[in-house]
C-alpha cells in the first residue's frame, strides 16, 4: 500500500479561524461601512444636482441635515436615510403648479436620479470592497 504522504492543516484552519471571526464579528461592520459609503457617494450626487438658488438653503438643508450619516439595520436591511427639510424641496424634486396655478413647474428629480445612479454602480463599488475585504483575510 502507498503513502500519500504528510499533510500539514495548519494554513487551513488559520483560514477557517479567520473566515469566522469575519463571519461572526466583522460582516455587519463591513456591511455598514459599505452602506455609508453608499449613502455619502448619494449624498455628494445629490448636493452636486441641487440648484443654488437666491439663499443656497436647499443645499445647506442637505450638508446640515446629513452631516453624520447613521445606517440603522432591520434584519438583513440595512437603512441610511438622506434628508432635506426645506419646506419647499419635495415640490423642487418633483415639480409644482405655478402660483398663479395656469402653469407647471418640471421637478430637477435630483435625488431620484442620484438615487438611480447608485443603484446602478453599486454593484461594483460593492465588489471592489468585497475583494479588498477577502484580500486581507486571505493575506493575512
Known sequence: MSSWGKT???QLIKLQKKLEKFQQYESEEFVEKCAKELAARLLRKVIKRTPRGETGDLIEAWTKEN???HVSHNGSEFICEIVNSTKYAIYVEYGHRT???KGWVTGRFMLEQSRLEIEAQAPRILEKKLQK???????D
Open 99 to 101: 402660483r398663479n396655478h
Open 67 to 69: 452631516s453624520q450619516l
Open 8 to 10: 500539514d492543516f495548519r
Open 133 to 139: 475585504k477577502l484580500g486581507e483575510i486571505f493575506n
